[in-house]
């Protein structure tokens, strides 16, 4: 099994920063893919970024210019700076991780989440 947990999150005021931290543990042969979600009351999940395990990065529009995600493949942690936090940055936010797994000597890719982080952006 994969674990993967996140701090970071609270409440800061409108203008202010964040950075958000996700450590994957446990037994597996890699981590590929890593992302951050996150989710309003009432919304639903929406991608806010993701990285590759070689970088490779993306972004959702809401968050363009202001966070920036980044990895350290020797601690299986992945980052999200958020700068220029708004209100409507409100919510859980959840990390992701694919990781590979062998299952019955294959490799295979499975689906993990963490527990969400709260942050809450006050004007």
């Known amino acids: 099994q994969v674990q993967l947990v996140e701090s970071g999150g609270g409440l800061v005021q409108a203008g202010g920063s964040l950075r958000l931290s996700c450590a994957a543990s446990?037994?597996?042969?890699?981590?590929?893919?890593m992302a951050w979600y996150r989710q309003a009351p009432g919304k639903q999940r929406e991608l806010v970024a993701g990285?590759?395990?070689?970088?490779?990065?993306n972004y959702a529009d809401a968050g363009k210019g202001r966070f920036t995600i980044s990895r350290d493949n020797a601690k299986n942690t992945v980052y999200l700076q958020m700068t220029s936090l708004k209100p409507e940055d409100t919510a859980v936010y959840f990390c992701?991780?694919?990781?590979?797994?062998?299952?019955?000597?294959?490799?295979?890719?499975?689906?993990?989440w963490g527990q969400g982080t709260q942050v809450t952006v006050s004007s």
């Open positions: 992701n991780a694919v990781a590979e797994r062998w299952s019955l000597a294959t490799l295979k890719e499975y689906d993990y």
């Open positions: 446990g037994t597996f042969f890699s981590i590929n893919a």
């Open positions: 990285i590759t395990s070689g970088g490779n990065t």
